[in-house]
């Protein structure tokens, strides 16, 4: 019979602790980086010229995406790894949508167009084939498995971006707290230890009566409060409610108010807060930082 002490486990934790501790001058380096270069720059960043002195996604950390229904905050992601994977690598667990409309709307804001010709095409083929990857699965995983997904795609294919879509399909107990906290917490450890950025989207309590000019913010995201306390960065998409009312009923706007805004409500190890406004074209379903442009400039 074999039998296991107590001293047993405290040898083996000693040991893999150990592993963890290292003498200070060995981040040194990193920190005159950081100091130099300022937070500014370090990180990969989003595809609009206003944002890229302002936010950036980082290795090692969590991103929570949020929205209410239908503001389109999967569409603002799609569109953010449409331009992550020019240089990086992005793998996109939806499982509220089929792997064949994901590409399809991807392809669509690449081309601009909602019909892109063959050309295209094979260009997206071809950067996809090495930047690009589908957790083909839909419906709702259990939570273990996203956390296999994400070592898989860390260790064997060397992913740096994992998106997520959405907490609710990732079999958490969406009435237990606890459940959320403790699956949020193994999202942002997976980060750090594959030094990996990871998106989450959630959704969003939409008050019951909103006024046109309700402004959501991270005390608005569904679920646990400890969602938002352990992700690094809070990024809410937010539809202008009031122009889209007006435009539903007929009423006159200015077109140079913007359609929406991306609302960063956090963010851990950056130094800016607050809003970004867009526009929104309806044929490439992009949101754009020039009125009247058709699409960003993505090749």
Request: charge should be negative; hydrophobic fraction near 40%; proline fraction near 3%.
């Amino acid at each position: 019979m074999n039998i296991i002490k107590d001293e047993d486990f405290r040898d083996y934790i000693a040991q893999t602790q150990r592993q963890s501790i290292r003498p200070a001058s060995d981040f040194i380096d990193e920190a005159m980086e950081l100091l130099h270069n300022g937070v500014k720059n370090v990180g990969d960043a989003m595809p609009w010229e206003k944002t890229k002195d302002k936010f950036r996604f980082r290795k090692g950390e969590l991103t929570i995406w949020a929205g209410i229904n239908g503001n389109g905050k999967s569409l603002v992601m799609g569109q953010v790894a449409l331009w992550l994977i020019r240089h990086t690598s992005v793998l996109i667990a939806s499982m509220e949508m089929k792997p064949r409309t994901t590409i399809a709307r991807m392809m669509r804001q690449g081309s601009g167009s909602s019909k892109p010709d063959q050309e295209f095409a094979d260009m997206f083929k071809d950067i996809s084939d090495t930047n690009l990857w589908i957790y083909d699965q839909t419906g709702t995983v259990k939570p273990e498995k996203i956390i296999g997904m994400i070592h898989w795609a860390a260790q064997e294919k060397g992913v740096q971006h994992i998106m997520i879509d959405s907490l609710v399909k990732c079999g958490v107990n969406q009435e237990n707290n606890e459940s959320q906290k403790n699956f949020v917490d193994a999202l942002c450890w997976a980060a750090k230890h594959y030094d990996i950025h990871i998106h989450l989207v959630n959704h969003m309590r939409k008050p019951a009566g909103m006024a046109k000019d309700f402004v959501p913010d991270k005390f608005s995201v569904k679920g646990a409060g400890e969602i938002t306390d352990l992700a690094d960065n809070v990024l809410i998409v937010h539809r202008n409610q009031e122009k889209m009312e007006a435009i539903l009923n007929g009423d006159p706007v200015n077109k140079e108010d913007f359609d929406g805004y991306m609302i960063c409500s956090k963010q851990r190890n950056g130094e800016f807060e607050g809003k970004f406004g867009f526009w929104w074209n309806d044929e490439s379903q992009q949101w754009t930082d020039q009125l009247n442009a058709n699409k960003m400039d993505w090749l």
